[in-house]
């Protein structure tokens, strides 16, 4: 499938939805006229026909809050430390090709929101030049991205290194995330945690969108993942917010799996 074909089968997928302003935290109670209630699956679908990515969450029964939280935390505990001890090899292996390509720490540690809003530092590969945000400052400016109808991350982008696009491709500069995961500052499974630059373009669903812990994956990274808006990745997230549960987690953990194995969606 080429780039341009695999862009239009995002974006009809994306057109399914309504437009994040649309939504609300009655949305399955309020729904437009124009749309379809599903009873037999026990889904209020917010489009016309029935989407299998939100069926991913919404079909899993829920699970009572407190015992929900213990076990997703239990989990992330487990198997968290369990995965970064097998990922260690291949972190460092990325780290000495990133440090022979390009000058600087091959980790990148960022301020993130956690829930709540708490920030904290989150650690990654490095895959862009250590002096990007100097060399090209317009990809930084967000003043005038209001209507979050723009893509984070581009397909040709000219701060990303070599070994860069290789392990942004094969998302090998995700796994230091695992050490946030195990001290507890994410989940596996979560929204992901956002920039302060760009969570202060989120207006009203801000709240919301920091009422969980934010995560490696969730339901946006496995459903689109690069090629979705901002706006997209929002409606995409606070849905898996209002609908999550255990079982949900470990069908999204396997289709970010299957994503990551067959490189679906990723710059």
Same mark, same amino acid.
């Given at each position: 499938?080429? !780039?341009?074909?695999?862009?239009?089968?995002?974006? &009809?997928?994306?057109?399914?939805?309504?437009?994040?302003?649309?939504?609300?935290?009655?949305?399955?109670?309020?729904?437009?006229?124009?749309?379809?209630?599903?009873?037999?699956?026990?889904?209020?679908?917010? !489009?016309?026909?029935? /989407?299998?990515?939100?069926?991913?969450?919404?079909?899993?029964? +829920?699970?009572?809050?407190?015992?929900?939280?213990?076990?997703?935390?239990?989990?992330?505990?487990?198997?968290?430390?369990?995965?970064?001890?097998?990922?260690?090899? %291949?972190?460092?292996?990325?780290?000495?090709?990133?440090?022979? $390509?390009?000058?600087?720490?091959?980790?990148?540690? +960022?301020?993130?929101?956690?829930?709540?809003? /708490?920030?904290?530092?989150?650690?990654?590969?490095?895959?862009?030049? &250590?002096?990007?945000?100097? /060399?090209?400052?317009?990809? @930084?400016?967000?003043?005038?991205?209001?209507?979050?109808?723009?893509?984070?991350?581009?397909?040709?982008?000219?701060?990303?290194?070599?070994?860069? &696009?290789? %392990? /942004?491709?094969?998302?090998?500069? $995700?796994?230091?995330?695992?050490?946030?995961?195990?001290?507890?500052?994410?989940?596996?499974?979560?929204?992901?945690? $956002?920039?302060?630059?760009?969570?202060?373009?989120?207006?009203? @669903?801000?709240?919301? @969108?920091? !009422?969980? &812990?934010?995560?490696?994956?969730?339901?946006?990274?496995?459903?689109?993942?690069?090629?979705?808006?901002?706006?997209?990745?929002? $409606?995409?997230?606070?849905?898996?917010?209002?609908?999550?549960?255990?079982?949900?987690?470990?069908?999204?953990?396997?289709?970010?799996?299957?994503?990551?194995?067959?490189?679906?969606?990723?710059?």
């Amino acid at each position: 499938m080429t !780039s341009s074909s695999q862009a239009i089968r995002a974006r &009809k997928d994306a057109k399914t939805f309504t437009p994040v302003e649309r939504i609300d935290p009655d949305a399955s109670r309020t729904i437009p006229a124009a749309h379809k209630t599903h009873d037999h699956d026990r889904v209020t679908y917010l !489009s016309v026909e029935p /989407r299998n990515d939100l069926r991913v969450v919404a079909d899993c029964p +829920q699970t009572p809050r407190i015992v929900y939280h213990a076990a997703k935390r239990s989990f992330d505990l487990v198997v968290g430390s369990a995965l970064l001890v097998i990922a260690t090899p %291949i972190i460092l292996i990325a780290a000495a090709a990133i440090r022979l $390509e390009s000058k600087g720490s091959p980790f990148f540690v +960022q301020t993130r929101l956690g829930k709540d809003g /708490r920030p904290f530092k989150i650690v990654k590969l490095r895959g862009m030049f &250590k002096d990007a945000r100097d /060399r090209f400052p317009s990809y @930084y400016d967000y003043s005038n991205k209001q209507d979050l109808d723009f893509c984070f991350h581009h397909e040709v982008d000219p701060r990303v290194t070599r070994a860069g &696009k290789l %392990i /942004r491709k094969t998302s090998i500069d $995700e796994l230091p995330n695992l050490w946030n995961v195990v001290l507890g500052d994410i989940s596996l499974v979560g929204p992901r945690p $956002e920039i302060p630059e760009v969570m202060a373009l989120y207006g009203k @669903y801000r709240d919301e @969108y920091l !009422s969980v &812990k934010p995560g490696v994956t969730c339901l946006s990274k496995c459903t689109g993942r690069d090629r979705l808006t901002k706006r997209e990745t929002i $409606e995409y997230d606070l849905d898996y917010i209002r609908r999550r549960n255990f079982r949900a987690d470990i069908r999204i953990l396997w289709r970010t799996f299957r994503g990551v194995v067959m490189r679906r969606d990723v710059f």
